[in-house]
């Protein structure tokens, strides 16, 4: 069963611009701006009340289609909230006998693990870019990543995470690791 025309809106929050160009997103806010880029969705996308609404609209399309038209608004509002707030993900190293020691270099775009289960091998890990990280003022052990983008920002938390694992042992026992504690 087809729907004729589906129709879905978001609120443009305060004191923040957005831009729409041929379903070319560019948001930009207190902490920088952001561009997204749906030109492979077949939708319509436009500023409505004056720009203080965008509106994403969809034609005969089947249900499992029409679920991206609320994707496409969920993206939409990720992007004003980065460039309101910015997204911030907590990484706590997890050890039970050698003790991890994490470094951040280069201004906070770049750590460096050593010492990951007694290993001497230093694991180099770069952030994506717009996203910094930083040391914990409060909690030992833990890393503080921010940024704009959340899919930048939760990228790079899946790069330290992933830079971690433990090989050959069984991981049930084994639980070393640098894990994605809180995010949001």
Same mark, same amino acid.
């Given at each position: 069963?087809?729907?004729?025309?589906?129709?879905?809106?978001?609120?443009? !929050?305060?004191?923040?611009?957005?831009?729409?160009?041929?379903?070319?997103?560019?948001?930009?806010?207190?902490?920088?701006?952001?561009?997204?880029?749906?030109?492979?969705? !077949?939708?319509?996308?436009?500023?409505?009340?004056?720009?203080?609404?965008?509106?994403?609209?969809?034609? @005969?399309?089947?249900?499992?289609?029409?679920?991206?038209?609320?994707?496409?608004?969920?993206?939409?509002?990720? +992007?004003?909230?980065?460039?309101?707030?910015? @997204?911030?993900?907590?990484?706590?190293?997890?050890?039970?006998? @050698?003790? /991890?020691?994490?470094? /951040?270099?280069?201004?906070?775009?770049?750590?460096?693990?050593?010492?990951? +289960?007694?290993?001497?091998?230093?694991?180099?890990?770069?952030? +994506?870019?717009?996203?910094?990280?930083?040391?914990?003022?409060?909690?030992?052990?833990?890393?503080? +990543?921010?940024?704009?983008?959340?899919?930048?920002?939760?990228?790079?938390?899946?790069?330290?995470?992933?830079?971690?694992?433990?090989?050959?042992?069984?991981?049930?026992?084994?639980?070393?690791? /640098?894990?994605?504690?809180?995010?949001?």
């Amino acid at each position: 069963m087809r729907t004729l025309c589906q129709e879905e809106s978001i609120k443009v !929050p305060k004191g923040v611009k957005i831009t729409i160009k041929s379903k070319m997103v560019e948001v930009s806010g207190k902490h920088g701006s952001l561009k997204r880029n749906f030109k492979h969705l !077949p939708i319509e996308l436009w500023l409505a009340n004056g720009g203080k609404e965008v509106k994403a609209r969809m034609y @005969f399309a089947k249900s499992k289609q029409l679920s991206m038209l609320r994707s496409v608004c969920s993206h939409i509002s990720n +992007l004003f909230d980065g460039v309101e707030k910015k @997204f911030q993900y907590n990484m706590r190293l997890v050890y039970a006998h @050698f003790p /991890i020691n994490a470094n /951040i270099v280069n201004g906070g775009k770049t750590v460096e693990i050593r010492n990951f +289960l007694g290993e001497k091998i230093v694991r180099t890990v770069h952030m +994506l870019p717009g996203v910094t990280i930083e040391k914990s003022a409060s909690t030992k052990d833990e890393l503080v +990543l921010s940024g704009a983008d959340i899919e930048l920002t939760g990228r790079s938390a899946a790069l330290i995470h992933q830079s971690c694992l433990v090989k050959d042992k069984d991981i049930r026992k084994f639980l070393d690791g /640098i894990y994605v504690s809180s995010h949001g």
